[in-house]
């Protein structure tokens, strides 16, 4: 089975970072990937990982650990319209299945 | 960019009643396309994969009689609930992948059903 498992909330100030994580047990690994997605509208894609290390994409980036089954999204410079949830996914399967954590609801504080 | 369209965005329905929601990926081809449900505040869970000219392959728990999916053409999968009940409201998403890897999975905007 796939467990893909991360924070249900967190809270940050406006203008900080924050890290949010995400740990998965999956049955085979074609890459993992981030999305944002606000109160009843479709996901929008933020970033891709597939080899270990860190991809950089302006104010977002993420970070992967194959051999740990981790990754991390690092938000900087916060702003306000990033509260959101941060949904985490695997991507498994021939036809790349995609499976989604949680997702973790960030709030964005004055 | 590539775009995946949904219709309706929103639709609402009477208990025992049929609903059928639409998913084109409109500048791309698509063999495989993906059905995902949401309900509040929970993530995506994914209902099927709609495969182009043959049978959808569907989740465990997710029954096959009741959310009926066609993918006829390479640009177009369907989702049919099936005699509707109020604990089906959700909100229904498709998404597609261009192809190749890396690529990231393109979502329609997402269908809001409500069944009264």
């Known amino acids: 089975g796939q467990n893909i498992d991360q924070p249900t909330e967190m809270t940050a100030t406006e203008g900080a970072i924050v890290q949010i994580n995400c740990t998965y047990q999956?049955?085979?690994?074609?890459?993992l990937f981030w999305y944002q997605q606000h109160a009843g509208e479709a996901p929008t894609f933020l970033s891709y990982n597939v080899l270990d290390g860190l991809e950089e994409k302006g104010r977002f980036s993420s970070f992967l650990s194959r051999s740990k089954g981790y990754s991390y999204l690092l938000l900087k410079e916060l702003q306000m319209k990033d509260s959101a949830s941060y949904l985490c996914?695997?991507?498994?399967?021939?036809?790349?299945?995609?499976?989604f954590g949680t997702g973790t609801q960030l709030k964005v504080e004055l | 960019g590539a775009v995946v369209s949904q219709h309706p965005s929103w639709v609402i329905c009477k208990s025992g009643t049929s609903v059928k929601i639409e998913c084109r990926s409109l500048?791309?081809?698509?063999?495989?396309m993906f059905w995902y449900r949401q309900f509040p505040k929970q993530s995506l869970m994914l209902m099927a994969t709609?495969?182009?000219?043959?049978?959808?392959?569907?989740e465990q728990g997710v029954e096959k009689d009741k959310f009926l999916i066609n993918h006829a053409s390479l640009t177009l999968s369907t989702l049919t609930v099936t005699s509707a009940h109020p604990e089906d409201s959700s909100f229904y998403i498709c998404?597609?992948?261009?192809?190749?890897?890396?690529?990231?999975?393109?979502f329609g905007n997402g269908t809001r059903l409500t069944v009264t």
């Open positions: 998404s597609a992948w261009r192809t190749g890897m890396g690529s990231p999975l393109h």
């Open positions: 996914a695997v991507a498994t399967g021939g036809g790349n299945k995609l499976t």
């Open positions: 709609s495969n182009e000219g043959s049978k959808a392959t569907y």
């Open positions: 999956t049955s085979g690994f074609n890459g």
């Open positions: 500048d791309f081809q698509a063999t495989t």
